[in-house]
Every structure is written in C-alpha cells, then in structure tokens.
Nanobody, 126 residues
C-alpha cells in the first residue's frame, strides 16, 4: 500500500513562492498519474495540476496556469508542485494523489485518484 506524504506548505505573502513535495513510499509511482488537489475552507476538493505516468504531459487548472509547475522524479519516488506568484485565493490544504490505475489516461478527475496524502496547508496573505 502506497503512502503519500506532502511537505513544503506554509504562510507566505502574496507574490511569494512555495515548493510542495510529495514523497511516496511502499510502492513505486512511476507507472501512475500523480496529481495535486486543494481544498479551501467550505469548498470541495478541486483539481490543481497533474503529470502523466509517462512524464511528458502536464495538466493545470486555468487559474494556476503560468504560475504553477508540476514535476516528478521517479528515481526519488517524489512529485513536486512549484508555486510562484501566489495569491490569497490559492489558500487551501493541498493534497497529493496517485491514480488508482497504472498507465491511466485520466488526469484531472478526482475520482480517478484512489490514494491521497494527508495534505499540507498553504496560506497566502494579502
């Protein structure tokens, strides 16, 4: 059973940057889509970014395009989310997730991800 542990969250000011990491253990994740989701207070989980198992395609929600970058290091079994130009509306708990199926072609639907980390808080002050 895979375990996903996020780190790198914190309290920053608008315009600052953060780099989130998601370390996977217990199972290699190289064959799986890896995604980032977030949940703001009173709201549902929403898709943020994902990277294909083949490591050649990335996907982003419109509001973070050009500011966030998702990447993976399969040798380290780790996925990253570089967040630049942070805005107060980016404030949320950020979750790393692994697709339920290997070689998945679903990259943005929450239902396609069956394994989740515990989340890391990102707070952006104005």
């Amino acid at each position: 059973q895979v375990q996903l542990v996020e780190s790198g969250g914190g309290l920053v000011q608008a315009g600052d940057s953060l780099r989130l990491s998601c370390a996977a253990s217990g199972h290699p994740v190289s064959m799986y889509v890896m995604g980032w989701f977030r949940q703001a207070p009173g709201k549902d989980h929403e898709f943020v970014a994902s990277i294909s198992w083949s490591n050649d395609k990335t996907y982003y929600r419109d509001s973070v395009k050009g500011r966030f970058t998702v990447s993976r290091d399969n040798a380290k079994n780790t996925v990253y989310l570089q967040m630049n130009g942070l805005k107060p509306e980016d404030t949320a708990v950020y979750y790393c997730a692994k697709s339920s199926e290997p070689y998945s072609e679903q990259h943005t639907s929450k239902t396609a991800f069956g394994f989740w980390g515990q989340g890391t808080q990102v707070t952006v002050s104005s």
